[in-house]
């Protein structure tokens, strides 16, 4: 839907904007930033759009704050199986409007939306960053940020790290800056080429984990940054999921309730350990409730995303992290997935029959199909 991608309108008086699905979010940041506007959710890269967002109810730095996409939407022209259109919300067509948030797009076509978007006054965050020595520390740190009500918060883990120090990290916390940062014109970097199997490795990846955990001095530090490359720091390096080489990279995120965040977290980190399979890229957040959508994915918990490189027996690891997180009444994130069983979607997503019984009224012959849905046998 990339060629839908106009901006309709914007009201400044109620800070409603009207666009269409492959409006993406770095447009909306570009241009309404300046104006003293942002979306109040968004993703880990600027590149997703807002048809995307919408489809995965995406969350994002702050969801204890503003919980997910979801919630700023506003009304949304959807395009029907049937070719019937219709606008749909909170008020009207209410079930479907809840099986279209977050519904991997099975219930039709986003031809516009309509998002509240929050007021920000200055284009910069100030971050605080601290190294973090193990899993207790972080969970400890992250409910006092919680009680804080600190904006933004994010961690990032060392997968490669054990024993004593299983856990260990690097904390971001982020408020808005007291005042606006030159914008220079982005710079971004490319990767050249496929990188070969060999670069990534167990002791290339523990080296430059160590390295970044050390980068942070002891007593932390505090910097200015743009909003921009706090929100979406991948976006400065080009195809880096060439760093995986050709053959490529399963993503993987879950979240698990707060009540069971610690031993859960905990389980699966070990498990990661001794596959010494993981990346160097491994994030800690926190969620802050459920979504308005009936597959939508944040709970009030904890969530842990990481990649894998795909090789023998990144399989068999991603089945035995879903088993953990099912153990634990979580939940696997349907935007980051290619393993998850149907049984195991099933058994995490307890509001699938209702989202059934919408399809079964909008699409009778069953119209719209995905290789997601087919695999988990949504419909």
């Not at 199986?81 to 279209?100: K, M, V, W």
């Not at 100030?126 to 740190?141: K, N, Q």
């Not at 009680?147 to 904390?171: E, H, K, T």
């Not at 069983?341 to 209702?354: H, I, Q, R, V, W």
């Amino acid at each position: 839907m990339r060629r839908l991608n106009r901006i309709i309108s914007f009201d400044p008086e109620t800070r409603e904007l009207v666009c269409e699905p492959g409006v993406t979010f770095h447009k909306l940041l570009r241009e309404y930033l300046p104006q003293g506007y942002c979306v109040p959710v968004s993703p880990g890269t600027g590149f997703a759009t807002v048809g995307g967002a919408i489809a995965n109810d995406v969350h994002g730095k702050n969801h204890d704050v503003a919980g997910s996409f979801g919630r700023h939407v506003v009304w949304i022209d959807l395009l029907l199986p049937t070719g019937e259109q219709r606008r749909i919300s909170r008020q009207r067509y209410a079930d479907l409007f809840r099986a279209t948030i977050g519904g991997a797009g099975l219930t039709g076509i986003i031809l516009a939306a309509c998002i509240r978007m929050s007021r920000r006054e200055v284009n910069a965050v100030r971050v605080r960053e601290r190294r973090i020595a193990s899993l207790e520390d972080f969970f400890t740190a992250f409910e006092q940020a919680r009680a804080d009500g600190v904006g933004y918060s994010v961690g990032w883990i060392d997968a490669m790290a054990r024993g004593a120090q299983l856990g260990r990290g690097i904390l971001e916390l982020a408020e808005p800056a007291a005042e606006s940062l030159d914008e220079p014109a982005p710079r971004r970097l490319r990767v050249p080429v496929d990188m070969p199997d060999f670069v990534l490795n167990p002791v290339s990846i523990g080296v430059f984990n160590t390295l970044y955990f050390h980068r942070i001095p002891r007593e932390g530090r505090e910097k200015t940054v743009l909003l921009e490359r706090f929100l979406y720091p991948l976006d400065t390096l080009l195809e880096w999921n060439r760093i995986y080489g050709r053959r490529g990279f399963y993503q993987f995120q879950c979240v698990l309730p707060n009540e069971a965040g610690i031993s859960g977290i905990r389980r699966l980190l070990e498990r990661i350990v001794r596959s010494r399979a993981a990346s160097f890229l491994a994030v800690l957040k926190t969620l802050g409730g459920e979504g308005e959508g009936y597959l939508s994915f944040p709970q009030r918990g904890y969530t842990l995303a990481l990649d894998f490189p795909c090789k023998a027996g990144t399989g068999e690891l991603l089945g035995s992290l879903e088993s953990i997180t099912r153990d634990h009444g979580g939940r696997v994130y349907l935007a980051k997935d290619a393993c998850l069983s149907p049984e195991g979607f099933a058994a995490m997503y307890p509001k699938l029959d209702l989202f059934r019984a919408v399809l079964h009224d909008i699409d009778t012959e069953s119209r719209m199909h995905s290789d997601l849905a087919r695999r988990l046998r949504i419909r």
